[in-house]
T-cell receptor
Framework: DAKTTQPPSMDCAEGRAANLPCNHS???????VYWYRQIHSQGPQYIIH???NNETNEMASLIITEDRKSSTLILPHATLRDTAVYYC??????????????FGKGTRLSVIA | KAGVTQTPRYLIKTRGQQVTLSCSPI?????VSWYQQTPGQGLQFLFE???????NKGNFPGRFSGRQFSNSRSEMNVSTLELGDSALYLC??????????FGPGTRLTVL
């Protein structure tokens, strides 16, 4: 079962920041927070991941609370192409193995013109 | 760098047949994972291969199998197809950094 809780849906106005919350209150010390998104019927697209520090890349920012029990994915200027299902996943990071991604139901983000 | 490629993109089969799907990982990636996505069950992990060895396996019946070749390309096979096997089958590859990158998927329809 997924170890995260996300709202089922959210709306965001085009050009505004989209803030997608994720609760992972049972996260362990060696688990990372990963974010993927899936645009209708395409393969999931990796967005960003982090352990405890905030992370930023060209697509988004990831803010992780100090207790690591929740996080927020921020799309700074949402466009219509950001409409997708966003998945928050916690996953053990390991240098010698590759643990499966356990997907929940995600958040369906609708960006509105 | 080219992404993960999957062939074929669409496939129609009938019950009882078998099917083989192919996945070519990102160049340099040695791990290939397979997932099944259905409207009812969502995205579920099937299995993962690394250096031609199955390293992890999800909770699927033995009709689902896979293999990996020395060039890291992978195939998955489903035998004795059932209607419920209709799904989007996704392949993901990862390298040393462990992040999985997905292909576009193969849409399988079983009639």
């Amino acid at each position: 079962d997924a170890k995260t809780t996300q709202p089922p849906s959210m709306d965001c106005a085009e050009g505004r920041a989209a803030n997608l919350p994720c609760n992972h209150s049972t996260i362990s010390g060696n688990e990372y927070v990963y974010w993927y998104r899936q645009i209708h019927s395409q393969g999931p697209q990796y967005i960003i991941h982090g352990l405890k520090n905030n992370e930023t890349n060209e697509m988004a920012s990831l803010i992780i609370t100090e207790d690591r029990k929740s996080s927020t994915l921020i799309l700074p200027h949402a466009t219509l192409r950001d409409t997708a299902v966003y998945y928050c996943i916690v996953r053990v990071g390991t240098a010698t193995g590759n643990t499966p991604l356990v997907f929940g139901k995600g958040t369906r983000l609708s960006v509105i013109a | 760098k080219a992404g993960v490629t999957q062939t074929p993109r669409y496939l129609i089969k009938t019950r009882g047949q078998q099917v083989t799907l192919s996945c070519s990982p990102i160049s340099g990636h040695r791990s290939v994972s397979w997932y099944q996505q259905t409207p009812g069950q969502g995205l579920q992990f099937l299995f993962e291969y690394f250096s031609e060895t199955q390293r992890n396996k999800g909770n699927f019946p033995g009709r689902f199998s896979g293999r990996q070749f020395s060039n890291s390309r992978s195939e998955m096979n489903v035998s004795t197809l059932e209607l419920g096997d209709s799904a989007l089958y996704l392949c993901a590859s990862s390298g040393l950094a462990d992040t999985q990158y997905f292909g576009p998927g193969t849409r399988l329809t079983v009639l």
